[in-house]
């Protein structure tokens, strides 16, 4: 697998990961879902049709990752990234104080999980000479 395969695939993980919510207020999140607590009516077919793309945006991604790397490579990949971010934070390079950071740091795990599950296939199938295929019947 080319590295710009894998990049590509992780833009597109940020892409929905942060689309869907971040901390910054710009989101489905907080134009779509948060307002329906005021208001019930707010809600009109744009956002439902954007909520219903992202919906399987995450269908898909979070299919083709338990199929690559299934919920322990999942895990696995959040522990190294969880080491990596308690490092950084020994080493003082982040603030951990920060609840903003916290939740960009988590959205960021979730998008690395999503594009590492969306890529392993092409790595196995590079590293084994075996392509994955899912058993029908």
């Not at 190294?80 to 003082?92: D, K, S």
């Amino acid at each position: 697998m080319a590295w710009k395969g894998f990049f590509i695939r992780l833009i597109a993980s940020v892409a929905l990961v942060y689309a869907t919510f971040n901390p910054t207020g710009v989101s489905y999140y907080h134009w779509a879902l948060a307002p329906l607590v005021r208001q019930l009516d707010s809600f009109d077919a744009l956002k439902f049709l954007i909520g219903v793309v992202l919906f399987a945006g995450w269908v898909v991604f979070l299919q083709a990752t338990r199929r690559s790397i299934g919920w322990k490579g999942a895990l696995l990949v959040a522990a190294v990234c969880a080491g990596l971010i308690w490092l950084l934070a020994e080493q003082h390079m982040l603030n951990t104080a920060s609840g903003t950071v916290l939740t960009h740091l988590g959205l960021a795990v979730a998008a690395i999980i999503l594009a590492i599950g969306m890529s392993w296939s092409h790595v196995s199938r590079r590293v084994t000479g075996q392509a994955d295929t899912d058993v029908v019947g």
